[in-house]
């Protein structure tokens, strides 16, 4: 009698620390997270740790909540690090982030590459948009070539050139910075305001509030012309490096999607 | 004909198709419009509410700089008067007066003043085409920021 009192009291308790994978399953394909929430913070704290961090951090993977899913991940590397379809899922969810977030994950991920001997695709692209001049381009599939090729072209050019062609011929720069619209645009309009100064000189004379006007007024948009050449290039490549990147998720999205809710 | 009067009248040309222009709209298909909105959702246009250029933030200078408020009286005049006759559409997300404004509360007057103009300088339908697809939302337009592109 005492002895099976002892089995049921431990059987009892070895339940609330087991973690029940199918019903997690169930859950996530269902896409209910407010049981999937409770449930995972129902379990027993002597659960296994490991395991809990991992499901936990698939959890927060998957309605995504960028801060608690990087302190879970951090806990449980090992588990991480041998579900290649989290990997890619965890990936795919990154390169869509922009700015520091995007740079920290793929920071660390690159910093563990060597430690748990792992391959993904997307590591290598994140590292071709970091330096698009040293990678080869004709291993990308043909979707991302374009948009990869157009990235690497204007990489290459120099802010401060753009802003000294910009001096020479308003809107010169903007040409150089891949922006042939632009450049016709801004090239029409500076002659118009130039023609137009020049005839109130000519005709009015220097000192004529009019001519002052018209004076100011192309020399406010003959160096905002050349402030924005320099800050449009650089933004520029920012945003075709974004956009290679949503290409890349894009590309990538459908066997992301089915691995994350198995 | 003199050069200038030539001059002159592309110039009136193209600024009457650049008006023309800000002036199209998108156009709607009313049976997929009531289909996918309720009927009962749709309201009349109502002008955003502006406020003039605030200079909380801004150092003591910036507080006593007469130009910052000359600035914020004459985009403010041209918000609530000019803008709401003429029906302008900006091809941007964040319009070029509004644009302005939160460049120069942000960077102050020069700098503000300079990518104000530079926005300007591009606002017509052809630069859609020069921004990449994730920067063109939903109802063609281009999704600008006030912050440094990240």
């Known amino acids: 009698m ?181 450049f016709v645009n801004t090239l029409f309009m500076h002659s118009m305001y130039g023609f137009q100064t020049y005839e109130s000189v000519a005709k009015l004379g220097f000192t004529h509030p009019y001519s002052v006007f018209s004076l100011g007024l192309l020399s406010v948009f003959y160096v905002a012309n050349i402030y924005s050449s320099y800050h449009d290039l650089k933004e520029y490549k920012i945003m075709l490096k974004n956009q290679f990147y949503e290409d890349v998720a894009n590309y990538y999205y459908p066997y992301s999607e089915s691995c994350i809710l198995r | 004909m003199r050069k200038w009067h030539i001059f002159q009248i592309s110039f009136f040309f193209f600024l009457s198709f650049q008006i023309v222009n800000a002036q199209q709209e998108v156009p709607v298909n009313v049976g997929s419009l009531i289909i996918d909105k309720n009927i009962t959702e749709t309201s009349i246009h109502i002008p955003a509410k502006r406020k003039i250029l605030s200079l909380e933030q801004r150092t003591l200078m910036g507080k006593v700089n007469p130009m910052s408020y000359l600035s914020a009286g004459l985009l403010f005049f041209y918000q609530r008067v000019l803008s709401e006759q003429i029906q302008a559409n900006c091809v941007y997300h964040i319009s ?34 020069e921004y990449p697809e994730y920067k063109i939302s939903e109802d063609l337009k281009v999704i600008n920021s006030i912050g440094d592109e990240e």
């Open chain 1, 2 to 182: 005492r002895n099976s009192i002892i089995f049921l009291v431990f059987f009892s308790w070895q339940l609330s620390a087991q973690i029940n994978k199918e019903f997690i399953n169930h859950l996530s394909v269902q896409k209910l997270p407010a049981e999937h929430f409770c449930y995972l913070n129902s379990l027993s704290v002597s659960a296994n740790q490991d395991s809990l961090c991992f499901y936990k951090s698939k959890y927060y993977l998957q309605y995504f909540d960028d801060s608690l899913f990087r302190a879970n991940v951090f806990l449980c590397p090992t588990l991480f690090f041998a579900d290649t379809c989290m990997i890619n899922y965890a990936n795919w969810r990154y390169i869509k982030e922009k700015g520091k977030t995007r740079d920290e994950w793929f920071g660390w991920m690159k910093a563990n590459e060597s430690k748990y001997f792992f391959f993904n695709y997307l590591n290598r692209y994140y590292e071709a948009g970091l330096n698009p001049q040293t990678f080869n381009s004709s291993y990308l599939p043909p979707e991302l070539k374009n948009s990869f090729v157009k990235y690497r072209r204007i990489d290459n050019r120099s802010p401060y050139a753009a802003a000294g062609l910009s001096i020479l011929v308003p809107g010169l720069g903007k040409l150089y910075g891949g922006r042939k619209r632009s």
């Open chain 2, 96 to 129: 070029c007066s509004e644009y302005t404004k939160k460049q120069i509360e942000k960077r102050g007057l020069i700098i503000g003043i300079l990518k104000g103009c530079n926005q300007l300088n591009n606002c017509f339908t052809g630069i859609m085409s």
